[in-house]
């Protein structure tokens, strides 16, 4: 013999009440810009290179794209870049001159600067990406 017993009806559940003094958790105006050259594991020509990305819209006065890089090969410190440009040629100096290809690893970041100069990092948190420069000697 089967017995049929109803579930109880299940009680409600109210949703708080907003009292107003709730502060929205902020989120960076901009997204992380997306890299266009050279691409994640690719191989760049010995001479110089343009880094470059796409836009990620229209930046205010006080803001600009902050690139930074680094020679993994040579064990270097982070060099930082700023312009307002989505796109950096990177300069001579960079260039690997050892005979042996290098990899470096790059992002870009949007930053705003503040009142010292220092551009303090605005956008969401960009991936790094890395290429093979290949040495000009």
Partial sequence: ??????????????????SGNETATPTPPYGAPLYVFPPDGGIAQPGRVELQ????????????????????????DVVSFVTRSNAYQLPADLIP????????QWWVSVGRRNSQGIYNIISREAPISS???QSAN
Avoid at 57 to 64: I, R
Avoid at 97 to 104: A, I, M, Q, V
């Fill in 53 to 76: 990305w796409v836009s990620v819209g229209a930046l205010e006065a006080d803001e600009a794209y902050v690139i930074q890089i680094k020679d993994m090969t040579a064990g270097s």
């Fill in 97 to 104: 001159t050892t005979g042996e290809t290098h990899r470096f």
């Fill in 131 to 133: 290429f093979e420069w």
């Fill in 1 to 18: 013999q089967e017995v049929t017993v109803p579930a109880p009806t299940p009680t409600p559940t109210l949703s708080p009440t907003p």
